[in-house]
Each structure stands twice: as C-alpha cells, then as structure tokens.
C-alpha cells in the first residue's frame, strides 16, 4: 500500500501538505466480490463496489512545518505536556516525505477537563478528520472491527468507515471513555486494538465484515480515560499515557477568558456584549469543571440579554452544583 506526493517537494505552501496513501487493495476488493454468491450478501456486495467506486486513495495529511499552537497552549493550559508531544511528531515529519505519525496516546484524568475537547482540536490542527467512539456506550467488540456478514444486520466497523468511507488515510480516531468499556465470555471491545494500536500489525488489519486488509496504521490514535485501573496492561502498554489534571485556578481563569471570547466572536448577538468578562465572572467560572464553561457561559449570554445588559454578572451564571441536575444545566 504506496504513497504518492500531490504536491511538488519544492511547493512554499505552508499548508498541510498532501499525499495519496492506498488504504485497500482493489484487486483483493475485486476477488472477494467476484466470489460473492449470487444471492444474498446484499449488503456485503454493495460495500464492495463502494470500495471499487470510490478507489483505495485516501489524502494523507502532514504539515509542511510546526504549526503555530500558542492559541491551542492558551486554550487548553492543562495540557502542556500533550501538546508538547504533538510537537515533536510534528518536527519529525516537516521536510520529509514520510507521513505524520503520533505514537497512540491515553489522556488519563478526571472527567469534564477537556480531553474530548482536546481530541477535537488536535483534528482540528492536524487538518485530518474525527471519528469519535463512545465506549461507554459499547456492548460488543464489532463496533470497532465490524462484526461478520454472516450475521444479521451486521455491517462494518468503526475503522473501516473511518478510512474506507472518509476521505483521509490518517484521521483522528478517538477512543472516548476506553476504561468504561463492557465485556462479556465471547466479546472484547478491546479486543481488536491489541493489532489496531502496533503499527506493524494495523498495516493490514482485518474488518470481520468486509474481511479485506485495510492499512490502518497511519490511523491517530487518542482514547481518553478517568481510570487506568480498568484498562488492560497490554494496552496501556501501547500507549503514550499523560495524566492530565485539573487545571489550576489561575489556568482556569484563563481558560474561561479564551472560552468567553470564542462564544461571542462566533456569535453575531456577541457584538451586543461586553469584549470581556468581568474578574468575579471570571473567579466564577473557575470554580466550574471547562466542560461547564460553555453552558454556564451560554446561560450567562442569554440571562444577561433578558435583562437588557451588555455585561454577564455572577448572578446570570448558574451556580456550581445547586443549579445542575442529572443531566446538567438547565438552560
């Protein structure tokens, strides 16, 4: 499975630069297809002239250069040592022709402090796309790897769609909440990232549905986790873990004053409101989880137009936990 350059070596774009990468072959597309039974497989049969349709070329993303990531520092404090990282992989594809490859990462720490944001606005910079994977909500391993044709209303997996359906051969796939993942005697939802996560091995990883190699191994990897306790030893072994805290009262502050600013220069009714938010906001928002930012901020916005104000005061922000129900602010 080749790469083939779409821009000269000598382009002064500093845009990411992009490459072909063939993440199937099409004869063994063509193979599996030509020995389909006539009848039946419908849905088998159709994912194989998709394949065929659409072709095994995928963009292949990597920036020309080290990106500016001063916004991304200044939004997301609490993550220093991740971006850090980010980084370095970076510095290690400009000026050549390989293809950007982020060793698989686990961002471990407690909920509502961004990791899932971060994760967003990694796909973000790297220009690629996101697949997310709620494992929390996962009952079998075949959401990731697909489960076989032979079972009814089965259809591929995670992966497969990420890299045979999108349009890039190295898209971010997060792997949300991967400690929260169930099992049962005669499935593993992690059973198919022991391959997915060696680079070695997801170069022609399987899919049970299509059952056609599919090179996987340019695939960014991030899960996210509150526990490590529940995840297997092989796995975090796999991984670059990063324990990411809570950030400090003052990085906190300052991750509000950046959320502050993005909500209303987003928003065409943000013209109508102050440019800045004041120090009790501010101290207020704070004390919130950054998940909560954004719907105390939305909340704030709103009452604060009720009462014909151009400012948010404390009093417009619901209040940490007495204004929370199950499921979350009531807006």
Do not use: C
């Not at 997301?76 to 050549?96: I, K, Y």
């Not at 943000?270 to 901020?297: C, I, N």
């Amino acid at each position: 499975m080749d790469s083939r350059s779409l821009v000269p070596a000598s382009s002064s774009f500093q845009l990411p630069v992009a490459q072909l990468r063939s993440v199937f072959r099409t004869h063994d597309v063509e193979r599996k297809l030509a020995h389909l039974p006539e009848r039946d497989h419908e849905h088998l049969r159709t994912t194989y002239e998709r394949m065929l349709e659409r072709g095994p070329d995928r963009f292949q993303v990597k920036p020309s250069g080290v990106p500016e990531m001063a916004a991304l520092y200044a939004q997301l404090p609490n993550f220093t040592e991740v971006l850090d990282d980010v980084r370095r992989h970076v510095a290690l594809a400009q000026d050549s022709r390989d293809g950007l490859e982020v060793t698989p990462m686990l961002l471990l720490g407690p909920p509502g402090i961004g990791k899932t944001h971060f994760a967003k606005k990694l796909a973000e910079l790297l220009g690629t796309g996101m697949s997310l994977v709620p494992m929390s909500s996962m009952t079998a391993g075949w959401l990731l790897s697909g489960a076989s044709s032979q079972w009814k209303g089965a259809k591929p997996g995670k992966v497969f769609e990420a890299l045979v359906d999108g349009q890039y051969a190295n898209p971010v796939m997060v792997i949300d909440e991967i400690d929260k993942a169930g099992a049962d005697a005669q499935y593993d939802p992690l059973g198919a990232l022991y391959n997915l996560l060696e680079h070695d091995t997801a170069h022609a990883f399987i899919d049970e549905f299509a059952e056609v190699p599919i090179d996987a191994s340019q695939v960014i990897w991030i899960t996210t986790a509150n526990d490590a306790r529940g995840i297997p030893e092989p796995i975090l072994n796999r991984m670059n873990v990063f324990e990411v805290d809570a950030p400090s009262p003052e990085a906190a502050r300052q991750i509000a004053r950046q959320l502050y600013a993005s909500i209303r220069g987003e928003h065409d009714w943000g013209r109508l409101l102050a440019q800045e938010p004041s120090a009790d906001v501010l101290d207020h928002l704070a004390t919130l989880a950054p998940r909560e930012m954004r719907r105390a901020l939305m909340t704030g916005f709103g009452n604060a137009r009720l009462a014909g104000r151009d400012e948010v005061r404390v009093e417009d922000l619901p209040r940490a936990g007495a204004a929370r129900s199950r499921i979350g602010f009531m807006q």
